[in-house]
């Protein structure tokens, strides 16, 4: 049970360019989220997903789209990357008592 | 404006010692609050969570204590071990009553256990 988990771990790109992330969960969890981390910040939700083939917005969107086409995996995607998108990048899934999160994706934007 | 804050960035005890960490929110509507534990590049880890109804939820050396008056929580871990130096997130649940399905999250405290 590897729980959920996030390829690559890091990646950087030029300012421009696209990328995808991807998370993989294999608890069965309806719900999934992506985050992004910043210096002294907390978690902040860029999109969730309650089931397959649903995306809602969070808290920081922009510049970011998703797409949840099978249940245990949940996509990020950078269209033309900038460097105010430089950050650590969390999926996780969930339960009703709890998030469990993934290892993190480490991306630098120059 | 952020919902749940936790004001000290940082915070140093001896090992065997009571650690205490902090979080204040400002949404009455918040109704289900967890800690989180985040070592360096790995991803959060889900620690202990408590209830409205509640004000005190153990789970072995952690013990959350919720204030809802004071809109108050605070994370106790007795005694202290050096494996607990890590960065503390409190959340807080929105939305769904009594779930974790969408949280607020405070932008952590370090805790450093000196042995």
């Known amino acids: 049970n590897a729980g959920v988990t996030q390829t690559p771990k890091f990646r950087v790109l030029k300012t421009g360019q696209s990328m995808t992330l991807l998370c993989a969960q294999d608890?069965?969890?309806?719900?999934m989220y992506w985050y992004r981390q910043d210096p002294g910040m907390g978690l902040r939700l860029i999109h969730y997903?309650?089931?397959?083939?649903?995306?809602a917005k969070g808290e920081v969107p922009d510049g970011y789209n998703v797409s949840r086409l099978k249940k245990q995996n949940f996509l990020l995607g950078l269209e033309s990357a900038a460097p105010s998108q430089t950050s650590v990048y969390f999926c996780a899934s969930s339960t009703r008592l709890a998030q469990f999160f993934g290892p993190g994706t480490r991306l630098t934007v120059l | 404006d952020q919902q749940v804050k936790q004001n000290s960035p940082s915070l140093s005890v001896q090992e065997g010692r009571i650690s205490i960490l902090n979080c204040d929110y400002t949404n009455s509507m918040f109704d289900y609050f967890l800690w989180y534990k985040k070592y360096p590049a790995e991803g959060p880890t889900f620690l202990i969570s408590i209830s409205s109804i509640k004000d005190k939820n153990e789970d072995g050396r952690f013990t959350v204590f919720l204030n809802k008056s004071a809109k108050h929580l605070s994370l106790h871990i007795v005694p202290s071990q050096p494996g607990d130096s890590a960065v503390y997130f409190c959340a807080a649940s929105s939305g769904e009553w009594g779930s974790a399905r969408q949280l607020t999250f405070g932008s952590g405290t370090q805790l450093t256990v000196l042995p």
């Open positions: 997903s309650v089931g397959e083939g649903t995306t």
């Open positions: 608890m069965n969890h309806e719900y």
